[in-house]
């Protein structure tokens, strides 16, 4: 485990991932813990949620697969094919489940852009997938730009007709934004599901406990908005508000968790934000730099 801190000062009342783990960690100890099968569907999508997983270390994806979840199937990571796939994924249905879902849903008649198997002779679409499953989950986990409001796979012109999986679904399904989601939100949202049940989540149905704060109440850079000292061209390390940046609207932890084992993210390598984790990223965040905003 790192010794990183990810209190955040306006998060304090929430359990932060680290504590999470560790109450999965005593509660395995114990015998107390009582894991939960998972399923992880991907639709129409790029598989950058599920490689950011891959990524993660706070704990690393071995440990979400044999210490806190039955891993059932994954259709990005599976080695077998054809059938057995498909018996392995809709199998699940006899049991409790986790159902998490990267992509959007392709819908363009009927949804036959996106076909993710045959099962008994029959081509199964990813429409057909996501509603058959995610009609009986115990929880729905959205992860990502794709699945939790259409995306990039939605953006114009969208000829799949790609939509969200909570446009198919008629029930809860928690939200977890960003291209790509960070591992930490998907683990801490998972364990807060294991340990205590659905966490708090805002209006968007995203967990309070990584979506509460704008990313500019927490930008190291900041004073220099204040001050009203701007950068004018990428590579100066002042605010970078009149690039574009959209810090000011984006509800995110990105300033105190950073990226890739928690080493960089955009604005500390000198990248304005361009709103990734915003419901309409990234129609409504174009253009993502801009040397006129404010003149
Ligand atoms: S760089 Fe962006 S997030 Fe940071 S203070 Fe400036 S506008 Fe806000």
Redesign the pocket.
């Known amino acids: 485990m790192s010794n990183r801190d990810f209190s955040c000062p306006d998060d304090r009342e929430s359990p932060n991932t680290i504590r999470l783990m560790e109450i999965v960690k005593n509660q395995m100890k114990q015998g107390i813990f009582k894991k939960m099968n998972l399923v992880w569907l991907e639709l129409t999508g790029c598989s950058g949620n599920i490689i950011s997983l891959l990524n993660g270390s706070n704990p690393d994806f071995i440990y979400l697969i044999s210490q806190m979840t039955n891993f059932i199937s994954c259709n990005s990571l599976s080695v077998n094919e054809g059938q057995d796939v498909m018996e392995q994924l809709f199998g699940v249905l006899e049991s409790d489940y986790i159902l998490a879902v990267e992509g959007a849903v392709a819908t363009k008649d009927n949804g036959l852009y996106n076909i993710i198997g045959r099962y008994n002779g029959r081509l199964i679409t990813a429409l057909e997938a996501v509603k058959t499953l995610g009609e009986k989950a115990k929880h729905v986990i959205a992860i990502g730009a794709c699945a939790t409001h259409g995306g990039v796979s939605a953006a114009r012109p969208n000829p799949a007709e790609c939509i969200s999986v909570q446009s198919v679904l008629n029930r809860k399904v928690i939200k977890l934004t960003g291209c790509p989601c960070h591992p930490d939100w998907f683990m801490g949202t998972l364990a807060h599901i294991l340990l205590y049940g659905e966490p708090e989540l805002d209006h968007f149905d995203r967990p309070l406990m990584f979506y509460s704060t704008?990313?500019?109440d927490r930008?190291?850079?900041?004073s220099?908005?204040d001050q009203g000292i701007f950068?004018e061209k990428l590579g100066d390390k002042t605010?970078?508000?009149k690039l574009g940046?959209?810090?000011?609207v984006t509800h995110i932890d990105c300033p105190i968790r950073q990226w890739n084992q928690y080493v960089n993210w955009p604005?500390k390598d000198d990248t304005?934000?361009i709103g990734c984790a915003q419901f309409g990223f990234p129609d409504l965040m174009e253009p993502f730099i801009s040397y006129n905003t404010t003149r």
């Open positions: 704008l990313i500019h930008c190291p850079r900041r220099y908005f950068a605010c970078m508000f940046c959209r810090g000011p604005i304005p934000c």
